[in-house]
Protein backbone atom coordinates (compact mmCIF):
# COMPACT_ATOMS: atom_id res chain seq x y z
CA UNK A 1 0.00 0.00 0.00
CA UNK A 2 1.23 3.48 -0.95
CA UNK A 3 2.27 5.60 1.66
CA UNK A 4 1.32 8.62 -0.04
CA UNK A 5 -2.00 9.49 -2.32
CA UNK A 6 -2.43 12.51 -4.85
CA UNK A 7 -5.55 14.44 -4.47
CA UNK A 8 -7.18 12.85 -7.93
CA UNK A 9 -6.02 8.94 -5.71
CA UNK A 10 -7.79 9.91 -2.66
CA UNK A 11 -10.79 11.20 -4.65
CA UNK A 12 -11.12 8.40 -6.76
CA UNK A 13 -11.07 6.25 -4.03
CA UNK A 14 -13.92 7.61 -2.77
CA UNK A 15 -15.82 9.00 -5.50
CA UNK A 16 -15.04 12.56 -5.02
CA UNK A 17 -14.32 15.36 -7.23
CA UNK A 18 -11.10 16.70 -6.44
CA UNK A 19 -12.71 20.43 -6.53
CA UNK A 20 -14.54 19.28 -3.62
CA UNK A 21 -11.15 18.23 -1.59
CA UNK A 22 -9.88 21.54 -2.95
CA UNK A 23 -12.47 22.88 -1.10
CA UNK A 24 -12.30 20.70 1.76
CA UNK A 25 -8.86 21.62 2.02
CA UNK A 26 -9.63 25.35 2.11
CA UNK A 27 -12.47 25.39 4.64
CA UNK A 28 -9.88 23.35 6.90
CA UNK A 29 -11.99 20.18 7.03
CA UNK A 30 -9.40 17.87 5.57
CA UNK A 31 -5.96 18.97 4.52
CA UNK A 32 -3.23 17.34 3.26
CA UNK A 33 -0.03 16.58 5.76
CA UNK A 34 2.25 17.15 3.02
CA UNK A 35 2.77 19.95 0.18
CA UNK A 36 5.35 19.51 -2.79
CA UNK A 37 7.63 22.71 -1.68
CA UNK A 38 8.31 23.07 -5.53
CA UNK A 39 4.68 22.83 -6.88
CA UNK A 40 2.46 22.89 -3.99
CA UNK A 41 1.05 19.70 -4.87
CA UNK A 42 -1.40 18.16 -2.14
CA UNK A 43 -0.29 14.96 -0.97
CA UNK A 44 -1.96 12.81 1.71
CA UNK A 45 -1.05 10.01 4.03
CA UNK A 46 -2.58 6.76 3.47
CA UNK A 47 -4.17 6.68 7.05
CA UNK A 48 -5.95 10.15 6.18
CA UNK A 49 -8.60 7.69 4.42
CA UNK A 50 -10.37 6.72 7.78
CA UNK A 51 -10.38 10.74 8.31
CA UNK A 52 -11.76 11.37 4.97
CA UNK A 53 -14.08 8.41 5.82
CA UNK A 54 -15.70 9.91 8.68
CA UNK A 55 -16.55 12.87 6.87
CA UNK A 56 -18.08 11.08 4.03
CA UNK A 57 -19.70 9.11 6.76
CA UNK A 58 -21.49 12.69 8.48
CA UNK A 59 -21.96 13.46 5.28
CA UNK A 60 -24.31 10.77 4.63
CA UNK A 61 -25.94 10.92 7.63
CA UNK A 62 -27.33 14.61 6.65
CA UNK A 63 -24.73 16.78 8.64
CA UNK A 64 -23.64 19.84 7.28
CA UNK A 65 -20.03 20.64 6.69
CA UNK A 66 -20.46 23.23 9.61
CA UNK A 67 -21.52 20.62 11.94
CA UNK A 68 -19.39 18.17 11.13
CA UNK A 69 -16.41 20.43 12.42
CA UNK A 70 -18.36 21.22 15.30
CA UNK A 71 -18.85 17.45 16.00
CA UNK A 72 -15.16 16.50 15.30
CA UNK A 73 -13.98 18.54 18.16
CA UNK A 74 -15.99 16.64 20.62
CA UNK A 75 -16.01 13.30 18.69
CA UNK A 76 -15.98 10.47 21.38
CA UNK A 77 -18.03 7.14 21.78
CA UNK A 78 -20.46 8.39 24.08
CA UNK A 79 -21.20 11.77 22.35
CA UNK A 80 -21.28 9.99 18.65
CA UNK A 81 -23.92 7.23 19.99
CA UNK A 82 -25.86 10.09 21.52
CA UNK A 83 -25.78 11.93 18.27
CA UNK A 84 -26.75 8.73 16.13
CA UNK A 85 -29.73 8.13 18.33
CA UNK A 86 -30.82 12.27 17.90
CA UNK A 87 -30.09 11.51 13.89
CA UNK A 88 -32.10 8.69 13.65
CA UNK A 89 -34.60 10.26 15.37
CA UNK A 90 -34.68 13.46 12.70
CA UNK A 91 -34.65 11.10 9.96
CA UNK A 92 -37.27 8.67 10.67
CA UNK A 93 -39.21 12.67 11.23
CA UNK A 94 -37.99 13.80 8.25
CA UNK A 95 -39.21 10.30 6.84
CA UNK A 96 -42.52 10.80 8.25
CA UNK A 97 -42.68 13.76 6.62
CA UNK A 98 -41.62 12.65 3.06
CA UNK A 99 -44.01 9.96 3.00
CA UNK A 100 -47.02 12.28 3.91
CA UNK A 101 -45.93 14.74 0.90
CA UNK A 102 -45.52 11.70 -1.54
CA UNK A 103 -49.15 10.09 0.05
CA UNK A 104 -51.05 13.68 -0.80
CA UNK A 105 -49.14 13.93 -4.38
CA UNK A 106 -50.26 10.14 -5.14
CA UNK A 107 -53.58 11.46 -4.16
CA UNK A 108 -53.40 14.57 -6.44
CA UNK A 109 -52.50 12.71 -9.02
CA UNK A 110 -55.22 10.29 -9.56
CA UNK A 111 -57.63 13.13 -8.36
CA UNK A 112 -56.41 15.03 -11.59
CA UNK A 113 -55.58 11.72 -13.95
CA UNK A 114 -58.97 10.53 -13.36
CA UNK A 115 -61.46 14.06 -13.61
CA UNK A 116 -59.42 14.75 -17.21
CA UNK A 117 -61.19 11.54 -18.43
CA UNK A 118 -64.41 13.31 -18.50
CA UNK A 119 -64.32 16.50 -18.75
CA UNK A 120 -67.32 18.38 -20.96
CA UNK A 121 -66.76 21.96 -20.31
CA UNK A 122 -69.85 23.08 -22.23
CA UNK A 123 -72.05 20.73 -20.03
CA UNK A 124 -73.84 21.13 -17.08
CA UNK A 125 -75.17 17.94 -15.47
CA UNK A 126 -76.26 16.27 -12.47
CA UNK A 127 -74.18 13.66 -10.85
CA UNK A 128 -74.36 11.20 -7.44
CA UNK A 129 -71.41 11.74 -5.51
CA UNK A 130 -70.68 9.62 -2.59
CA UNK A 131 -69.85 11.26 1.02
CA UNK A 132 -66.06 12.83 -0.11
CA UNK A 133 -63.47 13.71 2.76
CA UNK A 134 -61.39 17.06 3.24
CA UNK A 135 -58.89 18.62 5.44
CA UNK A 136 -60.42 21.95 6.87
CA UNK A 137 -57.74 24.38 6.05
CA UNK A 138 -59.42 27.52 6.81
CA UNK A 139 -59.96 31.06 5.04
CA UNK A 140 -57.45 32.45 2.59
CA UNK A 141 -55.68 34.22 4.78
CA UNK A 142 -54.37 31.21 6.34
CA UNK A 143 -53.83 28.29 3.41
CA UNK A 144 -50.45 29.63 2.48
CA UNK A 145 -48.73 28.26 5.71
CA UNK A 146 -49.80 24.86 5.60
CA UNK A 147 -48.23 21.89 3.54
CA UNK A 148 -52.13 20.28 2.97
CA UNK A 149 -53.10 23.10 0.63
CA UNK A 150 -49.82 22.69 -1.38
CA UNK A 151 -49.86 18.74 -1.82
CA UNK A 152 -53.54 17.63 -1.85
CA UNK A 153 -56.13 18.92 -4.77
CA UNK A 154 -57.71 21.80 -3.17
CA UNK A 155 -61.43 22.95 -2.96
CA UNK A 156 -62.96 25.88 -2.37
CA UNK A 157 -66.19 26.56 -0.90
CA UNK A 158 -68.28 29.52 -1.28
CA UNK A 159 -71.28 30.61 1.02
CA UNK A 160 -72.83 34.15 0.84
CA UNK A 161 -69.83 35.82 2.02
CA UNK A 162 -68.22 33.48 3.26
CA UNK A 163 -65.33 31.87 1.02
CA UNK A 164 -63.19 29.08 3.15
CA UNK A 165 -60.51 26.14 1.91
CA UNK A 166 -59.92 22.42 2.51
CA UNK A 167 -57.43 19.45 0.76
CA UNK A 168 -59.21 16.90 -0.83
CA UNK A 169 -58.73 13.65 0.55
CA UNK A 170 -59.41 11.21 -2.92
CA UNK A 171 -60.11 8.69 -3.06
CA UNK A 172 -62.82 9.05 -0.93
CA UNK A 173 -63.54 5.81 -0.30
CA UNK A 174 -60.57 3.84 1.98
CA UNK A 175 -58.88 4.48 5.09
CA UNK A 176 -57.98 8.00 5.64
CA UNK A 177 -54.28 8.92 5.88
CA UNK A 178 -52.92 7.93 9.47
CA UNK A 179 -50.86 11.21 9.76
CA UNK A 180 -54.23 13.15 9.73
CA UNK A 181 -56.28 13.79 12.87
CA UNK A 182 -59.63 13.04 12.98
CA UNK A 183 -60.23 16.66 14.31
CA UNK A 184 -59.09 18.34 11.05
CA UNK A 185 -61.48 16.32 8.91
CA UNK A 186 -65.20 17.11 7.60
CA UNK A 187 -67.42 15.50 5.17
CA UNK A 188 -68.84 16.50 2.19
CA UNK A 189 -72.27 14.42 2.10
CA UNK A 190 -73.68 12.61 -0.13
CA UNK A 191 -75.74 12.88 -2.92
CA UNK A 192 -77.31 14.30 -6.06
CA UNK A 193 -75.41 17.63 -7.53
CA UNK A 194 -75.56 19.75 -10.24
CA UNK A 195 -72.36 19.99 -12.05
CA UNK A 196 -70.43 22.19 -14.13
CA UNK A 197 -66.86 23.62 -15.07
CA UNK A 198 -65.37 26.61 -15.15
CA UNK A 199 -62.54 27.62 -17.64
CA UNK A 200 -59.69 30.42 -16.38
CA UNK A 201 -58.78 32.52 -13.27
CA UNK A 202 -60.59 32.26 -10.14
CA UNK A 203 -61.83 35.68 -10.25
CA UNK A 204 -64.44 34.76 -12.28
CA UNK A 205 -65.44 31.82 -10.59
CA UNK A 206 -68.85 33.75 -9.02
CA UNK A 207 -69.91 34.57 -12.11
CA UNK A 208 -69.49 30.55 -13.14
CA UNK A 209 -71.20 29.87 -9.81
CA UNK A 210 -74.24 32.32 -10.54
CA UNK A 211 -74.53 30.71 -14.25
CA UNK A 212 -74.90 27.27 -12.84
CA UNK A 213 -77.52 28.01 -10.27
CA UNK A 214 -79.86 30.13 -12.93
CA UNK A 215 -79.64 27.29 -15.37
CA UNK A 216 -81.60 24.63 -13.29
CA UNK A 217 -84.47 26.95 -11.58
CA UNK A 218 -86.66 24.30 -11.60
CA UNK A 219 -84.82 22.59 -8.60
CA UNK A 220 -83.98 23.37 -5.11
CA UNK A 221 -80.03 23.92 -4.37
CA UNK A 222 -77.91 24.22 -1.34
CA UNK A 223 -76.70 27.60 -0.39
CA UNK A 224 -73.48 25.96 -0.45
CA UNK A 225 -71.07 26.14 -4.06
CA UNK A 226 -68.17 23.06 -3.86
CA UNK A 227 -65.30 24.11 -6.07
CA UNK A 228 -62.91 21.39 -6.64
CA UNK A 229 -59.62 22.73 -8.27
CA UNK A 230 -58.73 20.26 -11.28
CA UNK A 231 -55.88 22.31 -12.88
CA UNK A 232 -53.98 25.38 -11.09
CA UNK A 233 -51.31 27.29 -10.45
CA UNK A 234 -49.27 24.11 -8.95
CA UNK A 235 -49.73 22.34 -12.13
CA UNK A 236 -50.86 25.26 -14.90
CA UNK A 237 -48.64 28.02 -15.55
CA UNK A 238 -51.19 29.89 -17.71
CA UNK A 239 -54.33 30.74 -15.71
CA UNK A 240 -56.64 30.73 -18.64
CA UNK A 241 -56.42 26.92 -18.84
CA UNK A 242 -56.97 26.71 -14.95
CA UNK A 243 -60.12 24.02 -14.60
CA UNK A 244 -62.30 23.91 -11.93
CA UNK A 245 -65.63 22.08 -11.33
CA UNK A 246 -68.38 23.53 -9.28
CA UNK A 247 -70.76 21.58 -7.51
CA UNK A 248 -73.94 22.32 -5.70
CA UNK A 249 -76.16 20.03 -3.61
CA UNK A 250 -80.02 19.86 -4.72
CA UNK A 251 -81.68 19.72 -1.60
CA UNK A 252 -85.13 16.86 -1.03
Given at each position: ???????G?????????????????????F???????K???R??????????A?I??????????????A???????????????????E???????L????????????????????IQ???????YC?????????????????????F???????E???????????P??G???E?????Q??????????CGY????Y???????????????????????????I???????DS??Y??LA???I??
Amino acid sequence: MKDFLSIGEMGSLFGLNIQTLYYYDSIGIFCPRQRDPKNGRRKYEFDQVYELATICYMRKLGYSLEEITAKRRIQHVHSSLESLRKRSEELHRQWKELFSIDEAIQRKLAFIEEEMKDIQPDQITIRYCPERAYIAIGEEELIYRQNSFYFYPTIAFYEGSLKYFGAYLYPSKGPLPEFVKEDQIRRIPAGDYLCGYHLGSYDKVPQTMEHLRKSRPDLKLEDLTVNFNILDQFVENDSSNYITLAQIRILE
